[in-house]
Each structure stands twice: as structure tokens, then as C-alpha cells.
């Protein structure tokens, strides 16, 4: 039996309307132990139809306070089909990125905590009140000490972000021969949680520059520096990549940067499905694939798909 954080984000945006209706929709698992923990002052923009939706799939076992990490034991002492949710009492400014670090820390040192499920914050906001990291990924970075790389899983396409979030004129400095080497290996990880039929096609990588830099006329970095080691091709022009046609023939792709490969990724899917993952890391992080979507907070409009699939994806990582 496996235990799982769900950290629902910021409290104005939409992470904890599609954490219970996707928690509604899903029911238990009986290889797993989940924890929810949310804002208090965030309960009431949910509709109430979802919460009685919720409490009809689930035991719920409420606890509120200020501190996760005190919580986190807890996690053992669940049957399979209660949910335990936190409601942080605290209203710290700062408590979205307490969550992910208690329950980050606890799957590093006392395993109560098996794998993070994580919804979505403001970067600015969670950097400005944490003031070290970031958002999620520069968090878990920092905690576990490993360079950690995005990746992002639909049922049409699946893509690993060589860099993240950089400015876009820093991206070629920022792509090293170290952190092309991370990035080949994450590819390699993406590829363990897509089906066997499609893990087994090559990783498409992607140029940096326009036309892959058209054999050195259009900069050099795809001929010094991207030598695509066994199991991947390319480098290929990002704007001729992502034609259904050039996709059937890869498993993933593999973008050099955040925009050339998201875009294209949220284009696809949207809100409907899709999920990320964080690569790198000694345990299972899952997220959704989309922003606070603060514009549609408390209006019971968010879909709840993407959330759905990180949940789902976390899961399976039980067998």
C-alpha cells in the first residue's frame, strides 16, 4: 500500500475544484492511501453537489491546522477508501509551497509519503512568497538535490523540455552538454510510462534554432551540439515536427525549450487531458498540465480532465 499527497494549490484558482470533482469521478484505488490538503477558506468554491459526489465515492476523514508535515503519519493508518483532506487553517501566504515541501520531504527521509500529485500555483505569486524556488519543479530541485526535467503526457502527443523556464534568450547558454545529457536521459524515463508499442519508436529531437538550423546557415548549435545518441533522431525543425503524420513515426519529442514544445502540447489537449510529470526525481510527481485559471475561480466551469490524468498516472505507480 502506497501513500499519495494531493496538494490542491493556490486558493483562488481552480486546483481544488477539479481535485474533488476528478476525486469524484475516480473513486478509490485499493493499492493506494491518498491525502487531499487545501486552503480552508478555499472549501466553499467548490459547489456543493461535488463535495456530496465526493463523500459518496469516499470516507472523507477531515483534519485541520496549520501544519502538513505534522498530518503526514496519518496517511497509515487510512483504509483504502477513505480520503483524508487537510484544510491548512493557517492562511500563510506561503503554505502552498509548505505542503509540497513537507510531503517532498517525508518521500525523501520517512516515507509516509510515497509520490505527490500536485495542483497548479502561480509561479510569480509562489516565488514572491517563498521567496527561493521557482514554482514545483524549482522546489523539488532544491530538496532533493537533482536536476529535474518537465515532461508532459497526453493521449496524442509526449514531449520532455530540455530547459524550462528560462528566458528565451538564455536558452542556448542554459543548453549545456550536461544538461542535454539530463535531458536525453529524461526522455528515456518519459518513455517508461507510455505504452510498449509506442516506447519502443525513436525520440524525436527537436532544433533550436528555425529549419534546425538548416546544416549550419541558421546558427551552429544543432551540428556542434545535439549528437542524438542511440534511440533518438533528429535534431528536427520544431514547425514540421508536430504534423500528425511526423508524429506517428516517434514515441515522444523532445523540445529545447518551454514554449516550443507546451504550446503545441496544450494545443492538443487543453484542459481535457494530459498530465506532467517530473523527471529526474527519486519518486513519482504528477501535476496538471494547465495554469490557475483564476478567471474561472468559484464559477464551477473548471475541467477537471488534465487533474484526472495526473491522478491516474500517479496511481499506477502502486504495482
Known sequence: MKNFVLT????DGVGLEVSVKALGLLGPTKNARLLLATHESARKSVHRRHWAKLA????????????????????????PDELLIFFDSSRKPSAEAAWVEAAARSA?????????????????????????DMGHTGLLSRITG?????????????????????????????????????????????????????????????????????NGTIGKFEKS??????GFAGPYSADAAFHPASLKKFSSVLAMYHDQGLIPFKMLHGQDSGFQISLGLPFIRTSVDHGTAKDLFAKDRA??????????????RTN
Open 146 to 214: 537533482k536536476t529535474v526535467y518537465q515532461g508532459y503526457i497526453g493521449q496524442r502527443l509526449a514531449i520532455t523540455l530540455a530547459t524550462d523556464h528560462v528566458e528565451l534568450r538564455g536558452v542556448e547558454k542554459a543548453l549545456t552538454a550536461k544538461r542535454l545529457k539530463g535531458a536525453y536521459q529524461a526522455a528515456m524515463q518519459l518513455s517508461r510510462f507510455l505504452p510498449a508499442s509506442t516506447a519502443r519508436k525513436p525520440i524525436a529531437i527537436l532544433g533550436l534554432n528555425p529549419h534546425a538550423g538548416e
Open 56 to 79: 459518496k465515492r469516499w470516507n472523507i476523514v477531515e483534519i485541520h491546522g496549520t501544519d502538513l508535515g505534522e498530518v503526514l503519519p496519518t496517511l497509515d493508518l487510512l483504509e
Open 108 to 132: 525523501l527521509n520517512d516515507g509516509f509519503v510515497d509520490g505527490l500529485i500536485t495542483g497548479p500555483v502561480s509561479k510569480e505569486r509562489f516565488l514572491a512568497n517563498h521567496r527561493r
Open 225 to 230: 551540439r545535439i549528437l542524438p545518441p542511440k
Open 303 to 316: 475541467n477537471p480532465g488534465s487533474m484526472r490524468d495526473a491522478i491516474q498516472a500517479a496511481l499506477k
Open 8 to 11: 490542491a494549490g493556490d486558493r
